[in-house]
């Protein structure tokens, strides 16, 4: 008898280490800003699948801390907002979010193209874009005549408000028509 509860518990042992044991996926935790800085903070796998976010908030803002994830928002009234690495970024027009989804990116060798945006009377901003292809949005307002880019072996794609799509490749000085706000911008090598 107590041969057979000795064999009995062997076979559990044997039957739980060979277990798979549980996947384990990493998250990345989002903040979202309404209006007089109230916020609400969730935590968003990484594994690209899609989260419902039950807070009414209106949201204003988007933020995340991490370089090496992008994560796509859904709004309640159809807007996409999309965060790429370590930024914050705005929500237009402001309102609930509904969805998201979260995915690590990776950015060969840690390669960013800085690319200079010029509007009227020489009113300029720049901002870095990683080399990787994803998306990455663009919060300042400011109307936009011309985009100046220097980086060899890199393609970059504009998207401005009233629908204009510009792409500079290596070291180019572009117009963009009609001048407007740009909203997003894709760089990748070529």
Not at 8 to 27: C, D, G, N, Q
Not at 98 to 119: E, L, Y
């Amino acid at each position: 008898m107590h041969f057979l509860t000795g064999l009995s518990l062997l076979a559990a042992l044997v039957e739980t280490s060979s277990a798979s044991p549980m996947k384990r996926t990493s998250t990345v935790d989002i903040t979202f800003i309404g209006a007089a800085n109230a916020q609400f903070s969730q935590s968003f796998p990484t594994d690209g699948s899609s989260v419902h976010i039950s807070n009414p908030l209106s949201i204003s803002h988007i933020a995340s801390g991490n370089g090496n994830v992008q994560c796509t928002f859904n709004g309640i009234d159809h807007s996409v907002t999309t965060v790429t690495g370590a930024q914050t970024v705005d929500v237009g027009p402001p309102q609930t979010q509904t969805s998201g989804s979260c995915h690590k990116i990776t950015n060969p060798g840690g390669q960013h193209v800085t690319v200079t945006f010029i509007g009227a009377a020489d009113a300029e901003f720049t901002q870095s874009f990683p080399v990787n292809g994803g998306s990455v949005q663009i919060s300042n307002v400011l109307s936009i005549s011309h985009i100046e880019m220097n980086a060899a072996g890199v393609t970059c794609t504009f998207n401005g408000i009233d629908h204009s799509v510009t792409t500079l490749t290596g070291s180019q000085f572009v117009d963009v028509g009609p001048p407007q706000t740009q909203v997003s911008g894709i760089c990748k090598s070529v």
